[in-house]
């Protein structure tokens, strides 16, 4: 029987990160560097960090972000031997709802709408494996969990970890 | 422990089923009746199924429809003994995702966006009830499933069935 392997969205197929530093740059002419997010929650590496969080509810902000290198290939790839979900905590921002949707169709169209899903607790999200950036929804969750790194979690000491979607492929499409 | 319990919400805890009728005779000057809707997917008792089946796709449909009768008081005790998660398989229309996500904050403010769940297949969402007017969705579930009167369904002799939110409450708060 196929395994269920969840996916997050945010920092582990769509890249937030850097985008959130171009458009911060962009708009305040401030760049900073990846290395000022390290270990941190991620808008306090910004010098304004409420300006920082005030970008995320833009429109657009969630439907302009570029791919992470290497997730869309890698999708196509485990799609062949997993169900796969991508499963994003994408009701705290409800205006990225439809822009999350539209990403999803445009980079992914090989994944069916009946494999999406949006939500705010993951821990009643039921699959095999848990690709993820969060403690806070790996910590809780029935799968088994695999940290998928980002500047906020580089201090992070458990679970699996990943650190670019070559390795995601390593480990779950071996043997 | 506190029992998780999933709850759809078109013709669950939303009167699309009246909505739809209503807005038809609006857009058309048809007035169907609730029985011409017995035992058969929806949009099949409509005159012109195609031209009923686009109103959905409206902007506004979602947002506009009613509650079901004594759904937001039900869910609000239910929430006293319960973990309440709102289950809707809104994917399929994507338009619908924001709507969805107003109405359950107009109706349903003491519902926290972390229980909220937007998705396709819902046989991921693992709870200990679901509550459904849907075949598809209580057939696959892992948690008990409560069939919810609905008219397309009313010929369905399997699952528990409630016929409005008093029966929900009957069943589910009673010693």
Known sequence: MRKKLAVDMDNVIVDIENHWINIYEKKYGVKI???DLLGIPEEEGFPDPVAARALIYEPGFFRTAPAMP??????M?????????????????????KEKHDWLAAYCPFISWKNIIF?????????????????????????????????????????????????????????
């Open 33 to 35: 560097q990846k290395e």
């Open 77 to 97: 790839k485990l799609q062949t031997r997993y169900d796969l979900y991508i499963v994003s905590a994408a009701m705290e921002f409800p205006n990225s709802l």
């Open 119 to 175: 939500c705010g607790d993951k821990s009643v999200v039921v699959t095999d494996y848990l690709i993820d950036d969060h403690l806070k929804n790996l910590d809780y969750t029935k799968a088994t969990p695999i940290l998928f790194t980002a500047s906020h979690n580089v201090h992070v000491q458990k679970h699996t970890r990943v650190n670019n979607w070559q390795e995601v492929l390593d480990l779950l499409m071996k043997d």
């Open 70 to 75: 290497g997730a869309v290939e890698a999708l």
